[in-house]
C-alpha cells in the first residue's frame, strides 16, 4: 500500500524503499499483479503486454487523487514471466511512447526492451557472511578486489556464461589467488552491450543476458559462501536517451533537466538526473537500497562522481549554467550524494561505498557530520596516473621523475583511498599494463611484478582488473574473453603466483592493512635516492605489531650493497622478492634474511646491507631470536 507518508518521503527525496511500493508487484501467489509508475504529466498511461496482446485498451491505469503523479492499476491476468511496457500519453495526447518499468526487476533479453512480471524470492544460505561481514568490510580490514566484466572474464560455447556457472569458477579462482572482494562492472539492465553496462536503463534488474535474478542472487550467495565480498559498479551519473528508458519519460523532462546546459552530457552523449527533483532523489536512493537489501551486495563503487559534482564537467565556456552563488559546484548532486551515503549507511552500516572522483574535491571519504560527502573511500586516480607514469620510463631516466612516484605519499592521507588498476587503464588503444612497461620481454614483466610490490605495499586498498593478475598481452576488448591460454607459459604464471602471494602476505601482514588511512602506519626511509632509483619505507600496524621493510629497485641493476636503516635490530627476514625464479626472476635476493648492523644509516640507529635484485621489490620482516619482533 502507497501511504501518505510514502508520499510525502517520495517528494521529499528521502524514500530509501520505493521498490516496495513502485513498480510490479505479483498479487495472490503467481496470479494476478498491481503496477503503479510515476508519470506525473502524462494524459493517460496503460500497461501493455503478453497477456492482453499488447492492446492499450485493455489494461488503461488510473491516475492517483493525492497530486502524486502515480498511475497504478490491478491486472489479474498477469502472469510471473509476462513481457510488458507502460503505453504512456502525453502533450495533449501528441506524444506516445511504449516505456520499460523504471522499478523492474528483470527485463526481457536484449534487443527487446520490454519489462518482465517478476518475484525476488530466493533461500539465502549466506548468514554466516552477513553476520560477520562488517569486518571484512572495515577500514582498518585487507580489501583486495579483482574488477571484472561478467560477459568477458570466461566464455562458454555459446558466448557469455550465465551468472550461476561463472558463480563456482569465479569463487573458485578468488580463492585461489586470495583476493577477498569481487567488483562487477555494471550488471544493471542496459540495452547496448558494448556500453559495458554503464548506460543503464534498469536501476533495479541485473541484466537477463546472464540470467535471472535468481541466478544472480545463486551468483551473491555463493561467493558469500566461500568468503568473498560483492561490490556492484553503480552508475547513478547519467542515462541514455533509449526511447523505452527513462528520457522524456511522460512526455516530459521528468528525471532529467530539460536544459541540455544542464541535462544533457556531451561526452557520453547521455542524460543527466536532475538531482534537484526529490522523486528522483528517491528513485537513485531507493535503487542503491534495492541492491544492498534484495541482493546482499556488500558494496557500491559510484561512477563518475566528478561529472556529478562540477557543472561545467566536460563543457567549454558558455555550454553550463552556474549555481546560484556563480560557481561550478553542482550543489544539488552535492546534497543527494550526502543524501545518499547517510541512508546507505543507516541503513546497512556494514556495507561500504566508493566514489570514483578524479579530482581534488575535498572530504569526498568523510563524514557527512563533517561537512564530506560520506564515501566510506575513494578511488585514487592520482596514483594510478602518476605511477603508471613513472613505470613507463626508461629506467636510465627514472632518476628525473622520483617525486612522479613519491608524490602520492603528499596526500595519501586526506582520503581513505583504493588504488585502482581498473578496465579504464586497458582500453581505447591504451594497451595492457604489461604493454605499458619498457624494455625487452624480461625487462617488461620484471617491471610490472615491481609495479605490483610496490602497489600491494602502498598505503590503501588494492583494485586490479581481470587480465592483469597474469599479465594479459594484449588490451581488454568485451567481445571476447580473457587469454586464459598465457597461464601456461612460465613468464605469465610467474606473474599470477605473485600476485596470489602478494594477496596472501597483505592479508596476513597486519603492518600492510591495520591503520591504512593514517600517517602512523607509514614511515620514508629513502624517498629521493636519484643516485640508485631506490625507494625504501617502513609499513607499521598498531602497536605490537611487527614491522615491514619495503624496498623498490626500480633499475635493472642490481644493488649488492645497498644499505637501508632500520629503527629496531634483530634479524630482517625476507617474505616477498618479485624476482624470485618461481615468479619469473632471476633469483637474486638476501638468502631468507638480514641480520641488522648497529650502524646508523637514514637516521635510524640500525641498518641493513641489503642485496635488491633488478627491478624489484622485495619485503622484509623484523624477528628477533626467531620470534617476531615489534615497535
Not at 583486495?144 to 558466448?159: A, C, D, P
Request: glycine fraction near 10%; charge should be negative.
Amino acid at each position: 500500500m502507497l501511504t501518505d507518508q510514502d508520499l510525502y518521503l517520495f517528494g521529499e527525496g528521502t524514500h530509501a524503499r520505493l521498490h516496495d511500493q513502485m513498480g510490479c508487484h505479483l498479487t495472490g501467489g503467481q496470479e494476478g499483479a498491481h503496477f503503479r509508475v510515476w508519470a506525473p504529466n502524462a494524459i493517460s498511461v496503460s500497461v501493455i503486454g503478453d497477456w492482453n496482446h499488447w492492446d492499450p485498451h485493455a489494461n488503461p491505469m488510473q491516475l492517483r487523487h493525492d497530486h502524486s503523479g502515480v498511475w497504478e492499476g490491478q491486472v489479474p491476468q498477469a502472469r510471473h514471466g509476462h513481457a510488458y511496457k507502460y503505453r504512456v500519453h502525453g502533450h495533449g495526447g501528441l506524444y506516445v511512447a511504449d516505456k520499460a518499468d523504471p522499478f523492474a526487476v528483470h527485463a526481457e533479453v536484449s534487443p527487446a526492451k520490454g519489462s518482465r512480471v517478476w518475484s525476488l524470492e530466493h533461500e539465502w544460505q549466506d548468514g554466516e557472511w552477513m553476520q560477520t561481514r562488517h569486518v571484512k568490510n572495515a577500514l582498518d580490514a585487507p580489501m583486495s578486489i579483482y574488477e571484472f566484466h561478467v560477459g568477458s572474464w570466461r566464455r562458454g560455447g555459446q558466448g557469455p556464461v550465465n551468472y550461476r556457472e561463472l558463480a563456482h569458477d569465479l569463487a573458485d579462482y578468488v580463492v585461489q589467488m586470495g583476493f577477498t572482494h569481487v567488483e562487477l562492472m555494471p550488471i544493471t539492465e542496459h540495452p547496448f552491450y558494448g556500453s559495458w553496462g554503464y548506460q543503464t536503463t534498469g536501476y533495479f534488474a541485473p541484466t537477463s543476458r546472464y540470467g535471472t535474478p535468481q541466478d544472480f542472487m545463486h551468483f551473491v550467495d555463493h561467493l558469500h559462501q566461500r568468503g568473498i565480498g560483492v561490490i556492484l559498479d553503480w552508475v547513478p551519473s547519467h542515462f541514455p536517451t533509449d526511447e523505452h528508458g527513462l528520457q522524456y519519460f511522460d512526455g516530459t523532462h521528468l528525471f532529467e533537466h530539460a536544459d541540455p546546459r544542464q541535462g544533457f552530457h556531451p561526452e557520453w552523449s547521455s542524460s543527466i538526473f536532475n538531482y534537484g527533483r526529490g522523486e528522483v532523489r528517491s528513485f537513485l536512493i531507493s535503487s542503491a537500497i534495492f541492491w544492498l537489501e534484495k541482493y546482499h551486495i556488500d558494496g557500491l563503487r559510484v561512477d563518475a562522481v566528478a561529472s556529478m559534482l562540477y557543472l561545467d564537467y566536460a563543457r567549454k565556456h558558455g555550454e553550463w549554467i552556474p549555481n546560484k552563488h556563480g560557481g561550478k559546484e553542482n550543489l544539488e548532486a552535492v546534497d543527494f550524494l550526502r543524501k545518499l551515503n547517510e541512508a546507505v549507511y543507516r541503513e546497512h552500516p556494514d556495507v561500504v561505498t566508493i566514489a570514483e572522483e578524479s579530482t581534488a574535491w575535498p572530504m569526498v571519504s568523510r563524514p557527512t557530520s563533517m561537512g564530506g560527502l560520506g564515501f566510506g573511500m575513494k578511488w585514487n586516480m592520482g596514483w594510478m596516473h602518476d605511477t603508471l607514469a613513472f613505470m613507463h620510463e626508461d629506467p636510465v631516466h627514472r632518476k628525473y621523475h622520483l617525486g612522479k612516484l613519491t608524490f602520492s605519499l603528499v596526500y595519501a592521507f586526506n582520503e581513505n583511498f583504493v588504488l585502482p588498476l581498473s578496465h579504464d587503464e586497458v582500453v581505447y588503444g591504451k594497451g595492457s599494463l604489461l604493454g605499458k612497461m619498457p624494455g625487452d620481454q624480461w625487462q617488461r614483466f620484471a617491471n610490472l611484478r615491481a609495479m605490483y610490490g610496490l602497489m600491494w605495499t602502498h598505503p590503501g586498498k588494492k583494485l586490479m582488473f581481470m587480465g592483469g593478475e597474469f599479465a594479459q598481452v594484449r588490451e581488454w576488448t568485451h567481445e571476447g574473453q580473457l587469454d586464459w591460454g598465457l597461464t601456461q607459459e612460465p613468464a605469465h604464471l610467474g606473474v599470477q603466483r605473485m600476485v596470489s602471494e602478494l594477496n596472501r602476505i597483505y592479508r596476513e601482514e597486519p603492518a600492510l592493512h591495520q591503520i591504512d588511512f593514517t600517517e602512523a602506519g607509514f614511515e620514508w626511509i629513502e624517498g629521493n635516492d636519484v643516485s640508485t632509483t631506490v625507494v625504501a619505507f617502513l609499513r607499521k600496524g598498531r602497536p605490537g605489531t611487527a614491522p615491514l621493510l619495503v624496498a623498490v629497485n626500480l633499475t635493472p641493476l642490481p644493488r649488492e650493497h645497498y644499505r637501508t636503516g632500520v629503527p629496531l635490530a634483530g634479524h630482517w627476514r625476507e617474505v616477498f622478492n618479485s624476482d624470485a625464479k618461481e615468479f619469473g626472476g632471476s633469483g637474486w635476493g638476501n638468502l631468507g634474511g638480514v641480520d641488522s648492523l648497529p650502524e646508523e644509516s637514514h637516521g635510524r640507529p640500525h641498518s641493513l646491507q641489503l642485496i635488491l635484485p633488478p627491478l624489484s621489490t622485495i619485503i622484509l620482516k623484523l624477528e628477533t631470536h626467531g620470534h617476531t619482533d615489534t615497535l
